[in-house]
């Protein structure tokens, strides 16, 4: 699956220390993404590259720094802001118990630091502890406002048999107006679930993808896919970032389902890129990447045997109902 972006961050907190920290064995702070060997960035640099390392294109490019400095100021000086960026880096490479551990320890330390709650909350949701989910999102009434708490309790409750109360709930309880991104972004997911991609468009046609982050590219083109716009997705994605050799897997994935799709145009070239970046993944094996090669030979390349190896690679790490979905279309292909 794709690591969710914490969808419902709402501020930085302050810097809090402490002592002792979780510290990752040396064997997992191997960066998996290129890296530039730079200055030791300040702690708001570190925020301001996490935050930019979102959006399209930038995600390989900034996670090995960004893991490799954050590594190193965590064992040295850790802080509440510290191990909230580093176990968000951890995240995105699924490596979540080590993830949980160092929000575990910030909040011990710092239990008023929204973002961490956020954090863990998602983690703990992306594992399949909905309940443990939700309730984290509650520890966080008091401490922001109702719409966050909202927002967060509704998404986990929505992965748990209630997807469609949810639905509503959330889209009742904020007046649409006043809907941040972040909620706009979870209602549009939502909505694609229950299998209306014109109401999750409506929930996103006010947002710029040029800003937004990767996760919430990926959900509009999975809208566009949803309603025959392959077109659409053709021209709009490769538009966001000038190298289009650092798009990320997810957004390539989309562009050659589009370009397969798109039979008034036929072209190969997003199919042959996206071939080689699913034979790169598996030289590596890139376990992390693992949703994106079972729906490529599901998809793409149709190998079912492939498609259910690496769908059940990632069913082990990552159990929302798009995680299952995905099981049983592979299960199925190879009936």
């Not at 925020?47 to 893991?67: A, C, R």
């Not at 972004?185 to 937004?212: F, G």
Request: charged fraction near 20%; aromatic fraction near 6%; glycine fraction near 2%.
């Amino acid at each position: 699956m794709m690591t969710r972006a914490l969808l419902y961050i709402t501020l930085i907190v302050p810097f809090y220390t402490w002592a002792e920290p979780y510290i990752p064995s040396g064997d997992t702070v191997i960066a998996k993404a290129r890296s530039t060997n730079i200055a030791r960035l300040s702690d708001d640099e570190l925020m301001s590259l996490l935050l930019s390392s979102q959006q399209v294109g930038q995600t390989q490019v900034s996670q090995g720094l960004l893991k490799a400095q954050l590594h190193e100021r965590y064992i040295q000086s850790p802080t509440a802001d510290i191990g909230y960026m580093y176990a968000r880096v951890l995240q995105r490479e699924h490596l979540f118990t080590k993830a949980l551990l160092i929000t575990q320890d910030v909040l011990e330390h710092s239990p008023r630091h929204i973002n961490t709650h956020l954090l863990r909350a998602n983690i703990l949701m992306v594992q399949g502890k909905f309940t443990a989910s939700k309730q984290q999102c509650l520890q966080l009434t008091g401490l922001t406002t109702i719409d966050v708490v909202n927002t967060c309790a509704l998404d986990a409750l929505s992965q748990d048999g209630q997807l469609k109360q949810s639905y509503q709930s959330l889209k009742n309880s904020i007046v649409p107006h006043k809907q941040s991104e972040s909620t706009r972004h979870v209602l549009a997911e939502m909505a694609m679930r229950l299998n209306k991609p014109k109401a999750a468009l409506s929930h996103l046609n006010t947002l710029s993808l040029n800003t937004a982050p990767v996760s919430l590219v990926v959900l509009w083109a999975d809208i566009q896919l949803a309603l025959g716009h392959y077109q659409k997705v053709l021209n709009t994605l490769p538009s966001l970032t000038s190298n289009n050799q650092n798009l990320e897997d997810a957004l390539l994935l989309r562009l050659a389902i589009a370009e397969q799709n798109n039979t008034k145009n036929p072209q190969s070239e997003w199919q042959h890129l996206m071939t080689q970046r699913v034979q790169l993944r598996e030289l590596r094996q890139d376990r992390f990447h693992a949703s994106y090669l079972a729906r490529y030979y599901l998809d793409l390349n149709k190998q079912p045997d492939k498609a259910l190896y690496w769908a059940k690679v990632n069913w082990q790490q990552a159990k929302l109902e798009s995680d299952q979905q995905l099981l049983d279309r592979a299960q199925g292909a190879t009936l």
